[in-house]
């Protein structure tokens, strides 16, 4: 039984840090596979349809095709941070279209009118994971992606160590 054993667990060690690997590398394949984006809301003004917090998943869209009502995202001028509103006007006016927005907990128009060229795209929110933004944007820091990076490397090491291991236990038993 104990041969049994150490043949299975390199294998089990193995399997773990690829399954690690994969989930690591889920969103990276969503985004390139689906053309989608992640959005974490850091903020309530959006209340309650997203809450801080959550994750918006994005799909590229052409401004044409955005309606009143949609929620899209953009970056603002004065901090050039990433949120979210809801499109409350929409006008075209010289090849450009004129877009406002306005958060769904928010008493007023944003002052910020968004000016976007006909044809160019624009995330629009999709989907919303409740809870999960706020550990894309932990995960998504420099000194989190080193540890995570750190992590994997070290349970590369550790896998191939204990294969080794295993190997050469093998071999003697022989």
Same mark, same amino acid.
């Given at each position: 039984?104990?041969?049994?054993?150490?043949?299975?667990?390199?294998?089990?060690?193995?399997?773990?840090?690829?399954?690690?690997?994969?989930?690591?590398?889920?969103?990276?394949?969503?985004?390139?596979?689906?053309?989608?984006?992640?959005?974490?809301?850091?903020?309530?003004?959006?209340?309650?349809?997203?809450?801080?917090?959550?994750?918006?998943?994005?799909?590229?869209?052409?401004?044409?095709?955005?309606?009143?009502?949609?929620?899209?995202?953009?970056?603002?001028?004065?901090?050039?941070?990433?949120?979210?509103?809801?499109?409350?006007?929409?006008?075209?006016?010289?090849?450009?279209?004129?877009?406002?927005?306005?958060?769904?907990?928010?008493?007023?128009?944003?002052?910020?009118? /968004?000016?976007?060229?006909?044809?160019?795209?624009?995330?629009?929110?999709?989907?919303?994971?409740?809870?999960?933004?706020?550990?894309?944007?932990?995960?998504?820091?420099?000194?989190?992606?080193?540890?995570?990076?750190?992590?994997? /490397?070290?349970?590369?090491?550790?896998?191939?160590?204990?294969?080794?291991?295993?190997?050469?236990?093998?071999?003697?038993?022989?």
């Amino acid at each position: 039984m104990p041969k049994l054993m150490s043949k299975k667990k390199p294998v089990r060690m193995a399997l773990a840090t690829l399954g690690f690997s994969v989930l690591l590398s889920m969103p990276t394949v969503a985004a390139l596979a689906f053309d989608i984006g992640f959005s974490p809301v850091l903020s309530e003004s959006m209340k309650p349809t997203f809450s801080a917090g959550d994750l918006q998943i994005t799909s590229p869209t052409k401004v044409d095709d955005v309606t009143l009502g949609d929620v899209i995202l953009v970056r603002s001028e004065k901090n050039f941070a990433t949120y979210s509103h809801r499109i409350v006007t929409k006008e075209l006016q010289d090849g450009f279209y004129q877009i406002s927005l306005k958060g769904d907990s928010n008493p007023t128009i944003d002052r910020q009118i /968004i000016t976007v060229p006909v044809g160019v795209q624009v995330p629009r929110v999709i989907w919303n994971i409740p809870e999960v933004g706020t550990y894309v944007n932990y995960l998504s820091g420099t000194t989190s992606k080193k540890l995570l990076i750190g992590f994997g /490397i070290l349970l590369f090491g550790l896998t191939a160590f204990r294969f080794a291991l295993g190997e050469r236990n093998l071999q003697k038993e022989r």
